[in-house]
């Protein structure tokens, strides 16, 4: 944070993108991978946002990158689905908390996206969850949302969770 500070001479945007999944069924888990995946995926955000209320100013935004598997999820992702959904949790705080300070706070909810993490999971590599090619948007899409969202375009969007999952939510 000090570094892009002491660069740019200011804060304006931060995007919370961090994401750890363990694949496991409950009675697997351990306290380790509950609190390795909460500390990525939701303390990870807890720390930028408590220091965008320290040296951002009037105008700034935060969007945290949560998932669709906050409202809606599969087997054996449980400390993920449980991080993504208190981090929803926590956008509507920080929205409440950073409007006085001119900060927006807004979430998105990826759906299937084309990443080593939609692949990599073991639900769909052993066909147990299925995804249509055309049920799979781009890391494009994703940042497209995520750039309005920090833009002055969508200065009067605070506390918002928009799904970002062309629709795939609607048939699961």
């Known amino acids: 944070m000090a570094q892009a500070i002491e660069k740019f001479g200011r804060l304006d945007v931060i995007v919370n993108?961090?994401?750890?999944?363990?694949?496991?069924?409950?009675?697997?888990?351990?306290?380790?991978?509950?609190?390795?995946?909460?500390?990525?995926?939701?303390?990870?955000?807890?720390?930028?946002?408590?220091?965008?209320?320290?040296?951002?100013?009037?105008?700034?935004a935060i969007v945290n990158v949560s998932s669709i598997h906050a409202v809606e999820t599969e087997p054996l992702v449980a400390p993920y689905a449980a991080a993504k959904a208190a981090l929803l949790s926590l956008t509507r705080s920080a929205s409440l908390e950073g409007k006085p300070k001119g900060i927006r706070v807004n979430a998105i909810l990826p759906g299937a996206v084309d990443t080593p993490m939609l692949w990599d999971n073991p639900n769909v590599k052993s066909g147990q969850e299925k995804i249509e090619q055309h049920d799979v948007g781009k890391p494009e899409d994703i940042a497209a949302v995520i750039a309005f969202l920090a833009s002055d375009d969508a200065a009067f969007v605070q506390g918002a969770q928009l799904r970002i999952d062309g629709g795939r939510l609607d048939h699961l």
């Open 17 to 60: 993108n961090a994401g750890l999944m363990v694949f496991s069924p409950i009675e697997r888990l351990s306290s380790d991978d509950w609190l390795g995946v909460l500390r990525v995926d939701l303390l990870g955000a807890f720390y930028f946002t408590r220091q965008a209320f320290l040296h951002m100013k009037n105008g700034g």
